[in-house]
């Protein structure tokens, strides 16, 4: 029986077990060994190139023919426009009523606009006001604009008249610089009207009886409606004393 520390008789070395593993290093340098985000990562890098090869495919294949035109882009229909108006009857009525006095009229969606000569502002309103078929006995609306750049009549003073009786509506117009007269003897109803005109725009109603401010203070400057007015910068004014 061999001593105990004596190799075998054999002369062999100590046996090892068969199934021991391999170091760490050599394991680290097998395919196997990639990472699972690695092997994703050349995964899609290799679908990305097949799909952009089957596209580059597709178009050498396809022959080179020109798209379907496209359908022509249909007209935006017009809307309504306004119409001459010189034979309505009230615009004939009127010509015949006040000479000279109509320049033109013109007709839209059902509204009658007739233009007028400033000069005879009062002889108009009194013709329709008195009119036995159609008395416009109701002044609805008196207001005015400014188009600047007319520098020959730069504002148009606008007179909304309606008929009670009739139910019918009549717009006048009259272009002017500075100055119209007042129709308050009328309709006494455009006193205010005419006060928040010359206000708001500086136009100044002859004859009127009691032409002021009635909006803004009566030491206010200049008129905020025109076009012209500077805008921003006013100071705040809190008590009378500032």
Same mark, same amino acid.
């Given at each position: ?24 290093? =050599? ?32 178009? !050498? ?14 007209? !935006?229909?017009?809307?309504? !426009?306004?119409?001459? =108006?010189?034979?309505?009857?009230? $615009? ?43 008395? &416009? ?7 005015? $604009?400014?188009?600047?750049?007319? !520098?020959?009549?730069?504002?148009? $003073? ?31 109803? =455009? ?13 100044? &109603? ?31 004014? &809190?008590?009378?004393?500032?």
């Amino acid at each position: 029986m061999a001593q105990e520390g004596k190799p075998s008789e054999s002369g062999s070395p100590t046996d090892t077990p068969a199934d021991t593993a391999p170091p760490d290093n =050599a394991r680290a340098n097998t395919p196997a060994s990639l990472s699972a985000d690695a092997e994703k990562d050349a995964q899609v890098e290799a679908a990305k190139a097949r799909v952009a090869a089957a596209k580059d495919a597709a178009l !050498k294949a396809q022959p080179a023919t020109p798209g379907a035109p496209k359908p022509p882009v249909k007209k !935006k229909e017009e809307g309504p !426009k306004p119409v001459d =108006a010189s034979n309505h009857p009230l $615009v004939r009525k009127l010509r015949a009523s006040v000479r000279d006095a109509v320049v033109e009229a013109s007709e839209f969606l059902g509204q009658l606009s007739v233009r007028i000569d400033p000069t005879r502002v009062v002889d108009v309103c009194n013709a329709l006001r008195n009119d036995a078929e159609t008395p &416009f006995d109701y002044l609805s609306d008196l207001t005015c $604009v400014h188009y600047p750049d007319n !520098k020959a009549a730069p504002f148009e $003073v606008i007179y909304n008249l309606y008929s009670i009786s009739r139910n019918e509506r009549v717009r006048l117009k009259a272009a002017v610089s500075e100055g119209i007269d007042s129709v308050v003897g009328i309709w006494p109803s =455009a006193e205010w009207p005419e006060r928040e005109v010359f206000d708001l725009f500086g136009m100044v &109603f002859r004859n009127h009886p009691d032409l002021r401010r009635i909006i803004l203070p009566p030491d206010w400057e200049g008129h905020p409606l025109r076009k012209d007015y500077p805008l921003g910068g006013e100071p705040v004014r &809190f008590s009378e004393a500032e």
